[in-house]
């Protein structure tokens, strides 16, 4: 085969910065790009702001109290938990819920179940299953006494439960779990 020389140069369409570089550019896909990135970036942010203030579980938004009218008991509990994360429900009882040495104490069975109560603690001396609810009866002999109720939710949804000292008004509460 003959060796024929080039006679017109190559010619580059893409345009040159400084006659040196080949910069390739599509204005038309760029533009599409920044206005997903102006989208993006503020839904980003409402999200990690979400999580810190506690919309996804652990934070001071998730915290949560309730308490008996007559000061018989109080619950710190988490309202938004995530699934297969372990939680503290503690229930702190006053001088209106200790009779005759003791504290009878009425959980609903959605704390069992589908809450996933794994440990009571300090354990109590008595449970007793029945009625949709199972019953503690813990010793007691001077208020302030408090009880832990360390949880384990198995699966997301709204999960309302009740929590109610022997002679007082019950305290019915719901708890979200997040996947």
């Keep these: 085969m003959p060796n024929i020389p080039f ?15 080949a910069v390739g550019e599509d204005l038309d896909f760029q533009r599409k790009w920044w206005r997903f990135e102006k989208i993006i970036w503020p839904i980003l942010v409402l999200i990690i702001v979400a999580d810190v203030v506690g919309l996804f579980g652990r934070g001071w938004l998730a ?7 007559d000061n018989a008991l109080s619950l710190d509990y988490e309202r938004i938990e995530r699934a297969s994360t372990p939680s503290i ?7 209106p819920a200790i009779h005759n040495g003791r504290i009878v104490l009425h959980v609903s069975d959605s704390i069992v179940k589908p809450l996933g109560a ?10 007793v299953v029945g009625n949709n609810e199972i019953t503690y009866v813990i010793p007691a002999t001077q208020s302030p006494a408090s009880l832990q109720i360390e949880m384990d939710p ?10 109610q000292v022997e002679g ?4 019915d509460r719901n708890i979200f ?3």
């Design 118 to 127: 794994q440990r009571i603690s300090p354990q109590p001396a008595l449970s």
């Design 63 to 69: 915290k949560a109290k309730a308490a008996t009218p």
């Design 89 to 95: 429900m503690t229930l702190h009882f006053g001088e």
């Design 7 to 21: 006679e017109t140069p190559v010619e580059d369409s893409v345009p040159k910065v400084a006659d040196e570089v």
């Design 168 to 171: 007082s008004t019950p305290i």
């Design 177 to 179: 779990v997040v996947p």
């Design 154 to 163: 198995s699966f997301p949804g709204l999960h309302p439960f009740r929590v």
